[in-house]
């Protein structure tokens, strides 16, 4: 007996379901507020900033090692491994997109990544390079990085 004589049976397909909502582009996606402060400070627990108002113009990322999460996520060592990835002059790229609108984003390579103070309450520098620029962030905006 001879199994290539035996044929599988389909049904008819069903029909498609709707779409669901828009996922997030990243292997790592974080929430945090948005702060309009430009200096080069501990920019506070849940919050990231740039050195520069216009924001396709900045050349540093200041950001907490606490993202803005409820509970909150302690990314120290996360940020701290960000250093180790690719080469010293090209590490990656970050997408800093607005939570309200998800077209409005801007892109950055990063290269260096110094930790300005470690643990739950520390925060980092990051040298970046604006790649792809959306209409500025207002002050307190929530944010995916």
Same mark, same amino acid.
């Not at 389909?10 to 996606?29: C, E, H, I, P």
């Not at 920019?43 to 950001?63: C, Q, V």
């Not at 996520?73 to 998800?102: H, T």
């Given at each position: 007996?001879?199994?290539?004589?035996?044929?599988?049976?389909?049904?008819?397909?069903? !029909?498609?379901?709707?779409?669901?909502?828009?996922?997030?582009?990243?292997?790592?996606?974080?929430?945090?507020?948005?702060? !309009? !402060?430009?200096?080069?400070?501990?920019?506070?627990?849940?919050?990231?900033?740039?050195?520069?108002?216009?924001?396709?113009?900045?050349?540093?990322?200041?950001?907490?090692?606490?993202?803005?999460?409820?509970?909150?996520?302690?990314?120290?060592?996360?940020?701290?491994?960000?250093?180790?990835?690719?080469?010293?002059?090209?590490?990656?790229?970050?997408?800093?997109?607005?939570?309200?609108?998800?077209?409005?984003?801007?892109?950055?390579?990063?290269?260096?990544? !110094?930790?300005?103070?470690?643990?739950?309450?520390?925060?980092?520098?990051?040298?970046?390079?604006?790649?792809?620029?959306?209409?500025?962030?207002?002050?307190?905006?929530?944010?995916?990085?």
């Amino acid at each position: 007996m001879s199994y290539s004589s035996f044929k599988l049976k389909s049904g008819s397909s069903g !029909t498609s379901g709707s779409s669901g909502r828009d996922g997030y582009n990243a292997a790592n996606t974080f929430f945090y507020k948005y702060s !309009t !402060t430009t200096s080069a400070v501990d920019p506070g627990d849940g919050y990231l900033r740039l050195n520069n108002a216009t924001m396709g113009s900045a050349t540093a990322l200041y950001i907490a090692n606490t993202d803005g999460s409820t509970p909150a996520n302690n990314l120290d060592s996360f940020l701290a491994s960000l250093s180790s990835y690719g080469s010293a002059a090209r590490r990656g790229y970050i997408k800093i997109q607005q939570s309200s609108n998800s077209s409005n984003f801007y892109l950055f390579e990063f290269s260096t990544v !110094t930790q300005q103070a470690g643990g739950a309450g520390g925060w980092n520098s990051i040298v970046i390079s604006n790649l792809v620029s959306g209409a500025n962030f207002t002050n307190n905006d929530d944010v995916y990085i």
